[in-house]
T-cell receptor
Framework: AQTVTQSQPEMSVQEAETVTLSCTYD???????LFWYKQPPSRQMILVIR??????QNATENRFSVNFQKAAKSFSLKISDSQLGDTAMYFC?????????FGQGTRLTINP | DAGVIQSPRHEVTEMGQEVTLRCKPI?????LFWYRQTMMRGLELLIY????????DSGMPEDRFSAKMPNASFSTLKIQPSEPRDSAVYFC????????????FGPGTRLLVL
């Protein structure tokens, strides 16, 4: 079974700093998708960014980018110029042939 | 599009009562998922549907839980009878056509069983 590991339960940075959240996964599949979801205090699950495993180019969405290392099975999220509104739980997720599997989450706090 | 719609947003009930959670997926999405989120277990998939047909219900905790999808625009998750350990946030999500497509989540229903 696939597993997703987020090794940082909590992180805290100052506003405008850059922060990187770590995620590793375990799978024997070759074709799959990886996601980062954000869950603010409202509890809404919001898609931040998505990566297809067959694409070598790292996905970017404005201030959010990923470092996808397929051989290492690593999928980290970088948030540049962090803002107070980025404060949330961040979940890494793996989607292969089976169900979407989530990591345990990283609680990110952006301090003013 | 309004996104995935869930109701109610909050539900407080007493142990033994029946609880029904409702979901309207994004129009055109063929897959619908029900998740439960707790502090202890994180986010876990309960059941998912493809074209209104239940495909995998292996995550449903026990017979007290049931889910239906009578048409493409409506699904329910029912707990009967409810127990305090069912207290959680229940999310509905939908995706377009293939399972590998991005799942879009509803706002969730926060359930508290006293």
């Amino acid at each position: 079974a696939q597993t997703v590991t987020q090794s940082q339960p909590e992180m805290s940075v100052q506003e405008a700093e850059t922060v990187t959240l770590s995620c590793t996964y375990d799978t024997s599949e070759n074709n799959y998708y990886l996601f980062w979801y954000k869950q603010p205090p409202s509890r809404q699950m919001i898609l931040v960014i998505r990566q297809e495993a067959y694409k070598q180019q790292n996905a970017t969405e404005n201030r959010f980018s990923v470092n996808f290392q397929k051989a290492a099975k690593s999928f980290s999220l970088k948030i540049s110029d962090s803002q107070l509104g980025d404060t949330a739980m961040y979940f890494c997720a793996f989607q292969g042939a089976q169900k979407l599997v989530f990591g345990q989450g990283t609680r990110l706090t952006i301090n003013p | 599009d309004a996104g995935v719609i869930q109701s109610p947003r909050h539900e407080v009930t007493e142990m033994g009562q029946e609880v029904t959670l409702r979901c309207k997926p994004i129009s055109g999405h063929d897959y619908l998922f029900w998740y439960r989120q707790t502090m202890m277990r994180g986010l876990e998939l309960l059941i998912y549907f493809n074209n209104n047909v239940p495909i995998d219900d292996s995550g449903m905790p026990e017979d007290r839980f049931s889910a239906k999808m009578p048409n493409a625009s409506f699904s329910t998750l029912k707990i009967q009878p409810s127990e305090p350990r069912d207290s959680a946030v229940y999310f509905c999500a939908s995706s377009f056509t293939r399972r590998e497509e991005t799942q879009y989540f509803g706002p969730g229903t926060r359930l508290l069983v006293l």
